[in-house]
T-cell receptor, first 112, second 112 residues
């Protein structure tokens, strides 16, 4: 069945890069997503990548996709205290009627 | 979030009671999803509705859970004979595919 796995915690020093990793099982996934959940807030779409892409960059965010290994990563450059949140990896197919499967989330904490 | 209103925002109920959670999306969205997020857990898919098609109920954890969507708009999630393990944040979301989901703020259910 579909499954998305990610580590539960990551701690980085302010100003360093954060790399959050994710693996998924459904090879038919068309989209891979990263969602961000800040403390006490709802989930917000951070970025996504099509399955036919290897990389996507958006300002401080870089998404890398290794489709062969079904591995997705999110790199946050120059990590700031405002980046503290839970980051969810998710996979889905191209259809407005397709459910998206989420990972358990990685809690990113920033130390001074 | 904008576009999806959930009520109540918080609900405390006694074990064994029934509860109804409401999701009110803005008009024009045919796909509607329910997820739940337990403490320290990821998002667990529960059910989704797509237009007039039969809903995908594959994520409902037991027959105590049911959901309906009236008139293609408002949806209610009903939990009968609540148990303590039902305590979680129940999230409603609309759409899917390219732009991912837009989530509501959720209903925090506490069963005591």
């Amino acid at each position: 069945g579909e499954d998305v796995e990610q580590s539960l915690f990551l701690s980085v020093r302010e100003g360093d890069s954060s790399v959050i990793n994710c693996t998924y099982t459904d090879s038919s996934s068309t989209y891979l997503y990263w969602y961000k959940q800040e403390p006490g807030a709802g989930l917000q779409l951070l970025t996504y990548i099509f399955s036919n892409m290897d990389m996507k960059q958006d300002q401080r965010l870089t998404v890398l996709l290794n489709k062969k290994d079904k591995h997705l990563s999110l790199r946050i450059a120059d990590t700031q205290t405002g980046d503290s949140a839970i980051y969810f990896c998710a996979e889905g197919a191209y259809s407005s009627a397709s459910k998206i499967i989420f990972g358990s989330g990685t809690r990113l904490s920033i130390r001074p | 979030g904008a576009g999806v209103s959930q009520s109540p925002s918080n609900k405390v109920t006694e074990k064994g009671k029934d509860v109804e959670l409401r999701c009110d999306p803005i008009s024009g969205h045919t796909a509607l999803y329910w997820y739940r997020q337990s403490l320290g857990q990821g998002l667990e898919f529960l059910i989704y509705f797509q237009g007039n098609s039969a809903p995908d109920k594959s994520g409902l954890p037991s027959d105590r859970f049911s959901a309906e969507r009236t008139g293609g708009s408002v949806s209610t999630l009903t939990i009968q004979r609540t148990q303590q393990e039902d305590s979680a944040v129940y999230l409603c979301a609309i759409e899917g595919g390219l732009d991912g989901y837009t989530f509501g703020s959720g209903t925090r259910l506490t069963v005591v």
